[in-house]
């Protein structure tokens, strides 16, 4: 993995505003900086200021494991590409994979709620898909544990992701980012795809570097186990990528 | 289909008249015909490996190596080894090369109101009398 912010890198990404690219983010942990609780997770004023300027120069994607709805809320201008619930919602679409999706969240969810966690796990309802979350538990590593056991007893089995002390429950058929993003670079006809994300969710866009080409892959935290090319070193550095990719695009105007 | 020496003398005299050619976008360019191929087609291929962009042009990786050193020593690529791979090379368009590039694109509107008339038919029989020609040649090779 490279850095980000250094010459070499940067000549890289600003060579992506002289061609048609689409700039996707994942949301959590990314555009906005983890926190305790996943609902207090916000962007900053800054950062969706800069957003809303780069949609003026490319098309934006926000590409979120959250559910839309709740994505909504959380920002107040409109991204070219909304992509939920890891690409089983795309903008307002209504795909008949959804209601396969929300008939097996409802029984796993049957079955969640009538085990007994600690009390700082907390189960969040994308509607699409579950994600239970251990980041408050005093005790991590045994509750991890409890949740990786009872997956298996599930019905329909589940697809599981693992994020930064979250255990993501999505439906076996569900696409993942990666078909996500593929699926975008169909949609949006753009020849080039900037991604940033952080945890191991993106790892499956990551990898589409190698296959498929035509995409700048950016880690948040360095990994040396990441499929991604470059990384910054923290979520607070999504200003100044934000920043940078800007200032190309102005530099290019006449 | 066998090629007559009449043939095969128009196209050496079209090479020529292409080796000239290559010549004065040189010198008025700044570029040579090969160079502004390859930055066009970098525009679209950011961080391309050489591999990809001599198959987006359409010749042989090998045939790259010269003339993309020219343009890394003009300033208009830039040329990085790929980070989860070091034995691959990535190749991007500089902001320098695209400003050249535009003004290449700006002279050269003019040169291509110039061949306007060359007829389409006419290109494809060189396109594939060169295709035949080269075929041949890498058939000999092989023996």
Not at chain 1, 135 to 151: A, F, G, P, Q, T
Not at chain 1, 238 to 250: A, T
Request: glycine share 6%; charged share 25%; with cysteine.
């Amino acid at each position: 993995m490279m850095p980000l912010f250094s010459k070499g890198s940067m000549i890289v990404l600003e060579s992506l505003s002289f061609t048609q690219t689409l700039y996707a983010f994942d949301y959590d942990g990314t555009l906005a900086r983890i926190v305790q609780k996943p609902d207090d997770a916000y962007l900053t004023k800054t950062t969706e200021t800069l957003l809303k300027e780069l949609s003026k120069y490319a098309p934006v994607a926000i590409v979120s494991g959250r559910g839309i709805a709740d994505m909504k809320k959380r920002i107040h201008f409109q991204p070219q590409f909304l992509v939920c619930n890891r690409g089983l919602e795309v903008s307002d679409e209504v795909t008949p994979a959804l209601d396969q999706a929300l008939d097996d969240c409802n029984r796993w969810k049957t079955a969640l709620n009538a085990i007994k966690f600690s009390s700082g796990v907390e189960l969040e309802d994308k509607v699409y898909s579950l994600a239970i979350h251990y980041r408050r538990s005093r005790s991590k590593k045994e509750d991890l544990k409890k949740i990786k056991e009872l997956v298996p007893d599930l019905v329909p089995a589940p697809r599981v992701v693992y994020g930064k002390s979250v255990v993501n429950l999505v439906p076996a058929q569900s696409p993942h980012k990666g078909t996500a993003v593929l699926d975008l670079i169909q949609r949006s006809q753009m020849k080039h795809i900037f991604y940033i994300g952080d945890d191991d969710s993106d790892e499956d866009v990551f990898s589409l570097d190698y296959n498929v080409g035509q995409i700048m892959t950016v880690r948040v935290g360095q990994k040396r186990s990441s499929l991604a090319k470059y990384f910054i070193k923290h979520q607070s550095e999504i200003n100044q990528v934000l920043k940078s990719i800007i200032q190309f695009y102005k530099r290019g105007q006449p | 289909m066998s090629i007559h020496e009449s043939e095969l003398l128009s196209l050496f005299r079209i090479g020529i008249s292409i080796h000239n050619f290559n010549k004065i976008t040189e010198r008025e360019l700044g570029l040579s015909l090969v160079q502004w191929c390859l930055l066009t087609k970098l525009i679209d291929m950011p961080a391309a490996s050489a591999f990809a962009l001599a198959k987006g042009v359409g010749v042989h990786p090998s045939t790259l190596t010269q003339s993309l050193k020219r343009l890394e020593k003009k300033g208009f690529v830039h040329v990085a080894d790929d980070p989860r791979d070091c034995r691959r090379k990535m190749i991007s368009l500089t902001r320098t090369g695209q400003e050249a590039l535009q003004t290449a694109e700006e002279k050269m509107s003019t040169w291509k109101m110039n061949f306007s008339g060359v007829k389409k038919e006419l290109v494809l029989i060189q396109e594939y009398l060169a295709n035949q020609i080269s075929d041949s040649l890498e058939a000999e090779e092989g023996e």
